[in-house]
């Protein structure tokens, strides 16, 4: 898939034309779309977001991306999930009764009332494990974290990373083809553009 062209997924959650500089950063011209069947035939995808699940999940419904985003997983196509856009892959919400995308089972809770919220700022992310996204990427590094929720996956194997805020959540969950960081590598300088670089060149290309 060399020269693969990544789709970058804009369903209104925000955040997007940052996604797109980092990676105009590393060379590639991504590509912006809300069109299902652009998604549908997308070779590599960033499914990014902020804000909240219902409004989200109601604007993909609307624009016919549920099914093609379901169907991108399934069939395969790397995939990187930021923020927003790991919290909607699992089942359901607290933040609101529509159900997510139900890609990988569990549900996304409120972080715990004895912490400020959002929990906005760097914080360290420590890896159970390694993938390639995260080649020379060291257990603890820094991130950068914008949210109140936060995913909690059934499946404990498919956590690979995690970051204490009042807790100890979820802040990588990976599956097969799928990666999805809590965090924002946009936002989170050279380690987070090596994360994007690591998905393009160790997902995509392989």
Avoid at 55 to 68: D, F, H, K, Y
Avoid at 163 to 185: I, K, M
Wanted: negative net charge.
């Amino acid at each position: 898939m060399t020269g693969a062209r990544v789709t970058i997924v804009d369903y209104g959650a925000g955040n997007v034309r940052s996604v797109a500089k980092a990676i105009e950063k590393l060379g590639r011209t991504p590509h912006v779309t809300g069109n299902p069947d652009d998604v549908s035939s997308a070779e590599a995808i960033i499914f990014p977001g902020q804000g909240a699940s219902e409004s989200a999940m109601t604007t993909l419904s609307e624009r016919g991306l549920v099914e093609p985003l379901r169907e991108v997983i399934a069939g395969g196509v790397p995939f990187f999930g930021v923020c927003l856009g790991l919290q909607l892959l699992l089942d359901t919400s607290e933040e609101g009764p529509s159900p997510c995308l139900g890609v990988a089972p569990g549900r996304v809770r409120l972080l715990p009332e004895q912490v400020k919220r959002p929990h906005m700022g760097w914080n360290r992310v420590d890896l159970l494990g390694d993938h390639s996204v995260f080649r020379g990427v060291e257990s603890g590094s820094y991130f950068y974290f914008v949210h109140s929720y936060y995913a909690d996956p059934e499946n404990e194997s498919l956590v690979l990373g995690t970051t204490e805020y009042g807790l100890q959540f979820c802040s990588v969950l990976v599956r097969d083809n799928l990666v999805a960081t809590q965090f924002h590598p946009e936002k989170s300088g050279a380690l987070g553009l090596r994360l994007y670089e690591n998905f393009l060149s160790n997902m995509v290309e392989a």
